[in-house]
Every structure is written in structure tokens, then in C-alpha cells.
């Protein structure tokens, strides 16, 4: 399985929280950058949260200060905690694996107002 699998999308109101998670292919998961996008519609598709393998992070400037990526090596699995959520924030969250290149199908996001 080399397609991404994300999970925990969903409805949450403005100021809640969502925790997505992606399960990546088992390959050297360890060595693996690993990224979060989203795309809202209408709206071309843009980083979110880019993890490396050293576990160095980089953030969208809209997302700074209120969204964490994380990873699991164990679990073969990255994390997006998503706090202080905004309408704005709404759209398909992706995962997107750099060695393989592979994107996840997508999980969907809404945050209401």
C-alpha cells in the first residue's frame, strides 16, 4: 500500500479542535518528509505542515502558533493536532509522502462559523 491513508476529518465549530492522522507505507517510514496540505474550493491547493525525518516541522504562515504536526515511526504514522480552528480553515486535508510521491485520498475538513 503506497497511497497515504488519512483519517479523522470532520464538523467542528470555530474555536474547536481536529486531530487528523496518515498512515504512510512502512518503507523506511523513519526516513520519510511528510506533508499536510489542504485545499479549499476554488482554491489551489497549499502546505499546511511539512514533518522531516530529523523531526524538524515547518508550518503555513495561517497555521502557525495553532496547528502541530507530529509523527509515530512505530505506527508508520503522521499527525496533524489542529487547535483554534476557523472557518477558514475548511477544505480536503491531504497527506502527501515525499519518497514515494504518492497523495492521500483526503479527509474533509469543515469548520463552521
Known amino acids: 500500500q503506497l497511497q497515504p491513508v488519512e483519517s479523522g476529518g470532520g464538523l467542528v465549530q470555530a474555536g474547536g479542535s481536529l486531530r487528523l492522522s496518515c498512515v504512510a507505507s512502512s518503507s523506511i517510514f523513519s526516513r520519510k518528509t511528510l506533508g499536510w496540505y489542504r485545499q479549499a474550493p476554488g482554491k489551489q491547493r497549499e502546505l499546511v505542515a511539512l514533518?522531516?525525518?530529523?523531526?524538524?516541522?515547518i508550518y503555513g504562515d495561517s497555521v502557525k502558533g495553532r496547528f502541530t504536526v507530529s509523527r509515530d515511526n512505530a505506527k508508520n504514522t503522521v499527525y496533524l493536532q489542529m487547535n483554534s480552528l476557523k472557518p477558514e480553515d475548511t477544505g480536503v486535508y491531504y497527506c502527501?509522502?515525499?519518497?514515494?510521491?504518492?497523495w492521500g485520498q483526503g479527509t474533509q475538513v469543515t469548520v463552521s462559523s
Open positions: 514533518i522531516y525525518d530529523t523531526g524538524i516541522t
Open positions: 502527501y509522502d515525499r519518497e514515494t510521491t504518492y
